[in-house]
């Protein structure tokens, strides 16, 4: 079990949101290097099948993906107060240079509309299909400009998904920060009493206020057997789920016990990551796993969009 959280320890910190940003960004990257080594892995096999010599699977290797470089793309974009032209087109320049890894199918549409020159309100990927938790994965930095309002978030969304669904779990991981952001949510506190009357009623929101009803002894494991797969009902509600608990597990646990539930493991721990992240600030970040994250070569280029990227306000 990781730390346990006063009321008292918490009002005595002051996390600006500088580091708040820094938190979010930092977490996130990790929950999504680390998860990528684990995405939709079969659980261990319980065969009694005898084999002669040992087979060994190659041991993860941390890698960032889709989750991380649109997220930093995000945030250069933001950091210049550009439009929804310029996200779309930082989002294709990622594109182009390779940068993006792990693409979903959702995602790779819509790169390649805009390639072709598309505009990107007709871009993105429309109907059943399109409900994925591209939009919600890369969304974070919207919560730290005031400025960006509801719709400016959808049509952030819109570039690539164009669904509500997919809208709807956006806008509640940025609400999910926004909350940390202003104290509404702290770790002694329960973050779906204040997410879920902020929501339009869809199925996102029904998920979140099914998994309330479970009650305060559900744990992460339990929330992932409704679902963990990258439809985004499934996946946001359970990575908020999983950030929620942060403050009883610490991040280590969170990760470990997210991961270990399967599906979509890189998104999940890495929204989860950007939430808590941005809740607890980088310094309850355990040392080994910054540690990790600082060691990938990309690790250069995240700090220095960390750098240049922060809000006017902080």
């Known amino acids: 079990m990781g730390e346990e ?6 009002y005595r910190m002051t996390l600006s949101k500088r580091v708040r940003f820094e938190g979010c960004i930092l977490a996130g990257a990790i929950g999504d290097a680390w998860g990528s080594c684990f995405e939709n892995t079969p659980p261990p096999s319980d065969s009694r099948t005898f084999y002669l010599g040992r087979i060994t699977p190659p041991p993860p290797r941390w890698t960032l993906t889709d989750d991380t470089w649109l997220t930093l793309a995000t945030c250069e974009v933001l950091s210049l107060n550009k439009n929804t032209d310029a996200l779309a087109a930082q989002f294709l320049q990622y594109f182009k240079t390779g940068s993006i890894v792990g693409i979903g199918a959702s995602t790779l549409k819509a790169m390649r509309d805009l390639e072709a020159g598309i505009n990107w309100r007709y871009a993105g990927s429309k109907g059943e299909y ?3 938790n591209g939009a919600a994965m890369r969304i974070a930095p919207f919560a730290f400009w005031d400025s960006r ?5 959808r049509d952030a969304c819109r570039i690539t998904h164009q669904h509500e669904e997919a809208y709807v779990g ?7 920060i926004r909350a940390a952001l202003e104290g509404t949510w702290t770790p ?15 199925r996102v929101r029904d998920r979140l206020i099914g998994i309330q009803q479970l009650g305060n002894t559900a744990g992460i494991k339990e929330v992932a057997a409704l679902g963990n797969n990258g439809y985004v009902v499934n996946s946001v509600p359970l990575a908020l789920f999983a950030a929620s608990k942060v403050g009883q597990t610490g991040m280590q646990e969170m ?17 989860a990551g950007q939430v808590a992240g941005a809740l607890l600030g980088p310094t309850k970040i355990p040392a080994a796993l910054l540690q990790k994250l600082q060691s990938l070569p990309e ?10 990227s922060y809000p006017k306000e902080c």
């Open 5 to 10: 959280w006063g009321i008292s320890v918490f």
């Open 130 to 132: 399109s409900a994925g």
């Open 149 to 153: 309002s509801r719709e400016d978030i």
């Open 170 to 176: 956006a806008l509640a991981v940025v609400l999910a």
């Open 188 to 202: 002694t506190t329960q973050l779906f009493d204040v997410l879920i009357p902020q929501l339009p009623d869809t």
């Open 255 to 271: 990760f470990e016990v997210l991961i270990a539930a399967g599906g979509d493991t890189d998104t999940n721990a890495s929204i």
């Open 299 to 308: 690790y250069v280029y995240i700090d220095r969009v960390l750098q240049r």
